[in-house]
């Protein structure tokens, strides 16, 4: 494994390039956006808004909210420009308390909000099975977090949803990527959590219909040509900033929690029970989970010295997930009919042997805290 010079991102991440430097693309894409015209954006920005408030008399624009810092600065900063927004959320898997908490204090804030509760049957099944397939517990949510908001607003004709951050932009991706300010179904395909898994694929090889997983499919050219709608990303247009966003929408009432497993920052993937397998399954199939993002997001900033990072991330990462957020593994993979001998396997399954130490026989070798040891060490 080869890190980052500035930051300590590895180039295990999909889509990640050096340049001959060793520095990586989201590093370089970080030293492009200080030398954007934010005036000129903002004024397409302003454009956009103005067209929008002229084709609706009532909602005006969706947000995608699951209650977090950046829907919370989302909701804010559209009613300061005068929108009137609706905010949508597609319910996550296993809502936390705390997630619950910070969805109820956008109500109190006065927004007008709506819960789209995917059938918790269907969801346990698509849970278990997108783990065992691809690796990925949370494939519903990641899915669902795009094509609910937009089903919406087709239904209401509503002509404008905000997103937040552009992802490429900030932790590196393909050059056209990092231009782009739409989120569309190619976006959506390329980026939006499907890793290869399509609803097509479930109705065909699992049984479900059609009708169980329309709540997961995108619209389809004739559903968008009947109305259009635009779907962007704010971070295109101004300076998208996490912290930024987390200290106003605490001061707004928005509820951090105090230690999260596997993470340098407390305020980030709270909503949901199910983060701390996923974040797992990342450092398992590349070598590196969330805290690596955060603390690179630090280190571009020089918020944190490389060095200080590096010694962070030994601490945080890589540590078998017993429990996230005070509830324990066994509990969370209860609820979706899995064992934890059986997610024991599925761990094994998607461990990448080029980065973790095995013996002679092939067999993933466990330190005495019962957890995996890389090759390599960050550097």
Known sequence: MKYCKKCIMPDTRPDQIFNEKGVCNACLSFEENQKINWSIREKELNDII??????????????????????????????????????????????????????????????DTVEISNDPKIRSRLNKISLELIGDISWPEHVSIFTAPIRFAINYKIPLILYGENPQI????????????????????????????????????????????????????????????????????????????????????????????????????????????????????????????????????????????????????????????????????KKIDISLNEFKKICDKFTNKKIFKTDQEGKLVLDDNGNLIRKFKAN
């Open 50 to 111: 103005e067209e929008t408030k002229s084709k609706s008399s009532s909602w005006d624009c969706v947000i995608p909210s699951s209650g977090g810092k950046d829907s919370t600065y989302q909701a804010l900063w559209a009613k300061s420009k005068g929108l009137h927004p609706i905010l949508v959320t597609a319910s996550t898997c296993d809502l936390s308390e705390i997630g619950r908490k910070n969805l109820d204090n956008l109500k109190k804030l006065g927004f």
């Open 170 to 333: 900030e932790y590196g991706g393909p050059k056209k990527s990092l231009s782009n300010y739409v989120l569309d179904r190619k976006w959506m395909e390329e980026f939006g959590g499907l890793i290869g898994l399509r609803v097509s694929d479930l109705i065909e090889i699992y049984g479900f219909s059609k009708k169980d997983l329309s709540i997961y499919s995108y619209p389809s050219s004739e559903e968008l040509d009947e109305f259009k709608i635009k779907s962007i990303f704010l971070g295109y247009f101004e300076k998208w900033d996490s912290l930024r966003n987390y200290n106003q929408a605490k001061n707004e009432g928005f509820t951090e929690y105090k230690n999260l497993e596997g993470c340098y920052f407390n305020f980030e993937k709270i909503d949901n029970y199910q983060h701390g397998i996923h974040d797992y399954f990342k450092y398992l199939k590349f070598g590196f989970g969330r805290a690596t993002d955060q603390l690179c997001y630090m280190a571009r900033r020089g918020l944190i010295s490389r060095d200080e990072a590096l010694t962070k991330v030994s601490q945080l990462e890589g540590k078998f997930p017993t429990s996230y957020m005070g509830k324990s593994t066994d509990a969370i993979l």
